[in-house]
């Protein structure tokens, strides 16, 4: 594809970098890369392990969700593109407490809990695009409300009607069952659509989670404060100041005031999850972590997480 090139304005959208804090910013996502790569290997290493049983299932696939997701940290952190990652950890962070929660006790209910909880969001969705279920008629009626998406008309299609069949058809197998009628409890409560830790009376959201978990400091020190880019709120704090003519000056995108910050946390998060996951799924593994945290990342992640600040940045 074709198109005319345009020239950002600089003072906004700086492309190229300072050489020195390009620098800084290149090993900053090289450090969260290393633990990264170190990740895949704990992944492979799980994989490989023959334990049988669809409990295991979704401890891999968060693990896995975890990685992908500081992985994507280590690119934007490189491209100085630092306040994005906020939303990114705030996910992540959200995964580790879910690993927590079912490391702690009666893993194999709670693992079987976000099974059936998948399995019925998967199903609100296709009933939601199939035009004779209630859940179709009430999407086909927000498109036509809607503005911009007004012609689009829902159409009859088998295939989706299969998929909603097969899904609860194994709602009703046998392994399926306890994590099922738990479910149809909470609703049945009026609870129409709880998260998947709230089964077996469970927490009642990420608050009370992470409450339950002793880990409300955690919460309230980086989940909260990075709710702000997430929902679109945190959009003046640190991003004008009056400059010395009395007007007002916007900061940069791509400002890397806050880098360094980014990566200690994502650095703190990739390990207290290996930790977690190697302790709980390959203990047999513990040696080569502390093998590769001391020959590979100790000195960089003692560095990181220092008081010393390595990038100065003023605005």
């Not at 049945?188 to 992470?210: D, H, S, T, V």
């Not at 409450?211 to 959009?235: C, K, Q, V």
């Amino acid at each position: 594809m074709k198109y005319k090139k345009t020239e950002p304005i600089k003072g906004v959208i700086p492309r190229e970098l300072d050489s020195g804090v390009a620098e800084l910013l290149d090993n900053f996502s090289r450090g969260i890369e290393e633990c990264v790569n170190f990740g895949s290997h704990i992944l492979n290493w799980d994989a490989k392990i023959k334990r049988g049983g669809d409990e295991n299932f979704p401890p891999a696939m968060l693990f896995r969700h975890f990685l992908e997701l500081i992985d994507s940290v280590s690119i934007l952190v490189k491209n100085s593109s630092v306040d994005p990652c906020k939303l990114i950890l705030r996910g992540a962070l959200e995964v580790y407490f879910s690993l927590e929660y079912i490391f702690e006790k009666e893993t194999k209910d709670r693992s079987m809990a976000f099974l059936v909880w998948h399995n019925h969001k998967n199903i609100k969705r296709y009933k939601s695009f199939d035009p004779n279920q209630e859940q179709g008629k009430q999407m086909q009626n927000s498109f036509n409300k809607d503005k911009l998406i007004n012609g689009i008309n829902l159409k009859n299609n088998p295939k989706i009607q299969q998929s909603i069949a097969n899904l609860e058809r194994l709602l009703k197998t046998e392994k399926f069952q306890k994590g099922e009628a738990e479910y149809q409890r909470l609703k049945n409560a009026g609870e129409k659509n709880p998260p998947w830790y709230r089964l077996f009376n469970g927490p009642k959201n990420i608050e009370e989670l992470a409450t339950r978990l002793n880990l409300a400091g955690l919460y309230e020190m980086f989940y909260r404060y990075w709710s702000g880019p997430t929902h679109g709120t945190d959009i003046i704090q640190g991003k004008a100041f009056e400059n010395p003519s009395g007007g007002t000056d916007i900061i940069q995108i791509r400002y890397a005031k806050d880098a360094q910050a980014v990566t200690s946390q994502s650095m703190i998060l990739l390990i207290k999850v290996f930790k977690l996951y190697i302790s709980n799924r390959i203990p047999e593994k513990q040696q080569d972590f502390n093998s590769w945290y001391i020959a590979s990342i100790r000195d960089f992640f003692q560095k990181i997480c220092s008081s010393e600040q390595l990038l100065n940045i003023h605005r």
